[in-house]
Antibody, heavy 115, light 110 residues
Framework: VQLVESGGGVVQPGGSLRLSCVAS????????MHWVRRAPGKGLEWVAF????????YYTESVKGRFTISRDNSKNTLYLEMSSLRAEDTAVYYC??????????WGQGTLVTVS | QSVLTQPPSASGTPGQRVTISCSGS????????VSWYQHLPGTAPKLLIY???LRPSGVPDRFFGSKSGTSASLAISGLQSEDEADYFC?????????????FGTGTTVT
């Protein structure tokens, strides 16, 4: 199993960014996926979840209306569209695969800096 | 502010046993299974325990998970220097505005 995130970078407050996560080594279309972040000096924070078929999406309160999780099962790719970015969104963003309830695999992360 | 509370730190000498608690409520730990993750910043987090007390293949049996009511615990026995990391419990929470996947506040093991 491999999860490779990309798309991070430096963006000004109020700006937008799209993160991607390319999955391999498993049947991507069969599993739910999360985005999780870790800000400097803080703990892990769940950001969003999408079911295997994209039918349900859930978000942490602080990103509702600003972030959108999506997936393209034909491309084995997970996305996170981020807009109206704030300084407090600065973090390493990880994509993560769900086995049944737990996260069994994580990517290496991509750094988003809002400044 | 996380709904799962962990002690900020725990420490021990090599060979000792360390226990980390994770306190929640009926809407999360009390009604869903708990997972535990190990994380060194800059690396990918690692699953240590799932379904309250099961270890994935490759995780040493020095790591032991348990749950009772609305609290869970992770015990690390035979502490090794490579165990120095941050540890997080996690579970689903039946939030008022929809389900949330919640992580504990995290415990740094030294």
């Amino acid at each position: 199993v491999q999860l490779v995130e990309s798309g991070g970078g430096v963006v000004q407050p109020g700006g937008s960014l799209r993160l991607s996560c390319v999955a391999s080594g498993f049947t991507f279309r069969s599993y739910g996926m999360h985005w999780v972040r870790r800000a400097p000096g803080k703990g892990l924070e769940w950001v969003a979840f999408i079911r295997y078929d994209g039918s349900n999406k859930y978000y942490t309160e602080s990103v509702k209306g600003r972030f959108t999780i999506s997936r393209d099962n034909s491309k084995n790719t997970l996305y996170l569209e981020m807009s109206s970015l704030r300084a407090e969104d600065t973090a390493v963003y990880y994509c993560a695969k769900v086995q049944s309830v737990e996260i069994d695999y994580w990517g290496q992360g991509t750094l988003v800096t809002v400044s | 502010q996380s709904v799962l509370t962990q002690p900020p730190s725990a420490s021990g000498t090599p060979g000792q046993r360390v226990t980390i608690s994770c306190s929640g409520s009926n809407s999360n730990i009390g009604s869903n299974t708990v997972s535990w993750y190990q994380h060194l910043p800059g690396t990918a987090p690692k699953l240590l325990i799932y379904s309250d007390n099961l270890r994935p293949s490759g995780v040493p049996d020095r790591f032991f998970g348990s749950k009772s009511g609305t609290s869970a615990s992770l015990a690390i026995s035979g502490l090794q220097s490579e165990d120095e990391a941050d540890y997080f419990c996690a579970t689903w929470d039946a939030g008022l505005n929809g389900p949330d996947y919640v992580f504990g506040t995290g415990t740094t093991v030294t």
